[in-house]
């Protein structure tokens, strides 16, 4: 069997100190495996993005585990946690997160120079992964030129073109229409049809349920049982 | 070129407004701190000027002397005792002191006579212009730099004049030999410089010495100490160190060009960490973002420190270029502003470090982004 790209266990995680402390995460279970496409659906702040955070290596639990390619965080130092991030673990953002001075090529190219690929081979790949989302005319336009469709594309390119197993997508859809959320829906889909990858996203978005093998609702920090699609 | 370079390069450049700000004030930053320096080193330079002309091997100097325009005497009698020592092959009597020259109005204006025998083993004026050494062997012939005509009525040479009342004609003319306490130089003779400075005939305020080749200094120097009373023997870096500190720490002259400098360096710092920081401020979702998608802190620092690099060399390209002309312009001023290859490498780094430290604020700024902050903004 192959191992879970991400597996969390009981993960309790509170917020914030003294009266205004919450409890974000009450005690949540979660599996991402690999090949399937997760949706966690629920309320703001039922503690999706805090749990996004914790599956992410941003955040550590204040109990429960959190394995990432078998391996564990508890206990990591924040420079492992980075390097966890880096090696397997791809972020797409609500608000895209490009860099505005940088090309689209650049903004992918930059997930490879974190890692310290040679420049040659990481233009060669960033060109390739551009290509793959349907951008390979749009490679040297700047972030402030591309529609948001096309940002979040390049913004997927970039949490892919590392190799990550894991995507973790916050609300991807959240700032598009109807026609480029489906579409950006169908690329993390064929993303998640790759065997050694997994994608979790984060979502209020009712149109894209049928792009999901898993949906998760959560509600007040838990986690409660999942939907078949 | 690397992606960090370009990220930094960017990122300084996307406001050119607080860029422009930023290096102009990096600019007036260094020229401050260069006008600061160059002027130091020219001070520093011009008080030993004198020191630096006389073909010394050791001076006899009065004990207790601060500088070289030390108004102590010696008694001209010494030089015999100091010729008695073995080994010294000459010892060149030069007198030094402040007079009154007579202008053309009527007026008087003060000046620095020196004066020295010893054609051409002395302290003798260098840099002529017109006339020569030997011209200033006739009776009453002095030596003035040509910087100072207007102030000393003087059009040129032949001219005559008065020295505390005695008569005085310009027979030599040089060109650059400035003082920085700005009282013009006159170069005579021994016996002209005693009655224009009104000292009697048996006192001189140094006795520059000559030694054979193959002379021991240390024996020599023990024996004038052993011979003659209330004097100092002093070796030519000695006494140009001694004039230094009186002059530049002394004085507090030099303190004063050094806090200036120190003023210039910390503005500067400030400046530019002013400008990093607010820079990092605002790119502050792209650092988070660098970080949540896994960036090292190395990778992040690189980007902040190629900016405060970029910064530092376009500021001090341009500071250098308004400091070339200021040094221009002030080459044949009473305090020459003077900038050598080693004050240029050496304000670079300082630019550098000013830079690097500069850094250090939006760094700190940085270290405490919460990856987790890309989700929620």
């Given at each position: ?56 290596c941003m955040?550590t ?7 990432v390619?078998?391996q564990?965080t508890?206990d990591a130092r924040p420079k492992d946690l980075a390097k966890l991030r880096r090696d397997h673990i ?24 974190i890692r310290g ?113 | ?289 660098l970080r949540a998608i896994g960036s090292s802190n190395t990778y992040i620092y ?64 940085v270290m405490?982004i919460d990856p ?6």
């Amino acid at each position: 069997m192959t191992e879970p790209v991400i597996q969390a266990v009981d993960i309790v995680k509170v917020l914030g100190k003294g009266a205004s402390q919450i409890q974000a995460l009450r005690g949540v279970s979660l599996t991402l495996a690999c090949g399937e496409l997760i949706l966690l659906m629920g309320p703001s702040g039922s503690g999706k993005t805090t749990l996004l955070s914790v599956l992410g290596c941003m955040l550590t639990p204040d109990s429960g585990t959190v394995r990432v390619h078998g391996q564990s965080t508890t206990d990591a130092r924040p420079k492992d946690l980075a390097k966890l991030r880096r090696d397997h673990i791809g972020f797409v953002f609500q608000s895209y997160h490009l860099f505005p001075t940088l090309t689209a090529l650049d903004n992918v190219r930059l997930a490879l120079d974190i890692r310290g690929a040679p420049a040659k081979s990481a233009i060669a790949k960033a060109q390739d992964v551009l290509a793959t989302v349907g951008l390979p005319h749009k490679m040297n336009a700047f972030p402030g030129e591309l529609s948001g469709g096309e940002q979040q594309r390049v913004a997927i390119a970039r949490a892919i073109v590392g190799g990550a197993t894991a995507i973790l997508a916050d609300e991807p859809t959240g700032a598009l229409d109807s026609e480029n959320g489906h579409a950006i829906m169908t690329i993390l889909a064929d993303i998640a049809k790759d065997p050694s990858r997994g994608v979790l996203v984060v979502t209020h978005d009712p149109r894209i349920v049928p792009f999901a093998d898993r949906i998760i609702h959560m509600e007040d920090g838990r986690s409660y049982a999942a939907l078949a699609s | 070129m690397s992606l960090t370079f370009r990220l930094a390069f960017r990122n300084l450049f996307q406001d050119r407004l607080r860029f422009v700000a930023t290096v102009i004030g990096i600019v007036f930053s260094i020229v401050l701190v260069i006008i600061q320096s160059g002027l130091y080193l020219s001070f520093e330079r011009m008080v030993t000027t004198m020191i630096d002309h006389a073909p010394a091997d050791l001076w006899i100097v009065p004990l207790g002397t601060k500088c070289f325009e030390d108004p102590s005497l010696l008694d001209e009698h010494d030089r015999e005792h100091a010729l008695s020592v073995q080994g010294v092959v000459e010892a060149i009597p030069i007198l030094i002191g402040f007079t009154q020259w007579t202008v053309p109005n009527g007026g008087t204006t003060p000046v620095f006579i020196i004066g020295s025998d010893g054609d051409g083993a002395g302290l003798h004026p260098w840099n002529f212009v017109e006339g020569s050494l030997a011209a200033l062997s006739a009776p009453h012939a002095v030596a003035i730099d040509r910087t100072y005509f207007a102030r000393l009525g003087i059009t040129g040479i032949g001219d005559t004049t008065e020295i505390r009342e005695q008569k005085a004609q310009v027979m030599a003319i040089t060109s650059g030999i400035r003082s920085f306490t700005t009282t013009p130089y006159v170069f005579t003779s021994l016996d002209p410089a005693q009655i224009y400075v009104g000292t009697s005939k048996s006192r001189v305020s140094y006795f520059l010495l000559h030694v054979s080749k193959d002379a021991d200094l240390i024996r020599i120097r023990q024996q004038l100490q052993a011979r003659i009373s209330k004097i100092e023997v002093l070796t030519p870096d000695e006494f140009r160190n001694r004039s230094r500190a009186f002059w530049l720490f002394g004085t507090g002259a030099g303190a004063a060009l050094f806090v200036g400098a120190l003023l210039g360096a910390i503005v500067g710092t400030v400046i530019v960490a002013q400008t990093l920081y607010s820079s990092t401020r605002d790119h502050l979702a792209e650092f988070a973002t660098l970080r949540a998608i896994g960036s090292s802190n190395t990778y992040i620092y690189k980007v902040i420190l190629w900016q405060a690099l970029l910064s530092a060399v376009i500021g001090f390209t341009l500071a250098a270029g308004v400091a070339i002309v200021i040094v221009q312009l002030t080459a044949e001023t009473a305090l020459p502003i003077v900038m050598t290859p080693e004050l240029t490498v050496g304000l670079f780094l300082l630019t550098v470090v000013m830079c690097i430290v500069s850094a250090f604020s939006a760094i700190i700024q940085v270290m405490r982004i919460d990856p987790a902050r890309a989700f929620t903004q």
